[in-house]
């Protein structure tokens, strides 16, 4: 019993220094979404925008894409905002699993090549082959902004 305690005091104090370290390799690369793509095979780009507005609201310009399965997009994402903004592409049940993980470990850092942090005034890209059809979510992970309006979709549709 004395075992059975110490080792569940010590396994509760590994946790926090786990959870708040690198999100490296939280993925493989295929995904329900899609995986990686190239950039000499991307058929479209989008520009997106991440701020916040005046009345409090986080938010994506724009919110919704329409893809077709099997298209390779360059995602062009500026922060156009004052505050570190994140955009994260995945099924909705991942978002909200990453949502719960990022509010205990708000200062996880993140490396992941379906998702992109960054800091005010600065721009980046990802590129992503959509393998698959459906719905998908985007989404800001900070603690906070989804909760203020920073998510939206992305629909994949067949060939």
């Known amino acids: 019993m004395k075992t059975a305690i110490?080792?569940?005091?010590?396994?509760?104090?590994?946790?926090?220094?786990l959870g708040s370290g690198s999100h490296a390799g939280g993925?493989?690369?295929?995904?329900?979404?899609?995986e990686p793509g190239a950039k000499a095979q991307a058929t479209q780009t989008i520009r997106v925008t991440m701020k916040e507005t005046d009345d409090g609201r986080m938010i994506f310009t724009p919110d919704h894409f329409n893809v077709r399965q099997g298209q390779t997009i360059v995602f062009?994402?500026?922060?156009?905002?004052?505050l570190d903004h994140e955009f994260v592409l995945d099924q909705e049940d991942k978002v909200m699993e990453h949502k719960a993980m990022m509010e205990k470990f708000p200062d996880m850092e993140h490396d992941?090549?379906?998702?992109?942090?960054?800091?005010a005034g600065t721009s980046g890209e990802i590129i992503w082959k959509f393998t698959n059809d459906g719905t998908f979510t985007i989404a800001c992970l900070v603690p906070g902004h989804y909760d203020a309006g920073m998510h939206g979709n992305v629909?994949?549709?067949r060939k």
């Open 27 to 34: 993925h493989s690369d295929t995904m329900a979404v899609g």
């Open 112 to 119: 992941d090549p379906n998702a992109i942090r960054l800091a």
């Open 6 to 17: 110490i080792a569940l005091f010590l396994a509760a104090l590994a946790s926090p220094a």
């Open 155 to 157: 629909t994949v549709s």
């Open 76 to 82: 062009s994402i500026r922060n156009a905002g004052k």
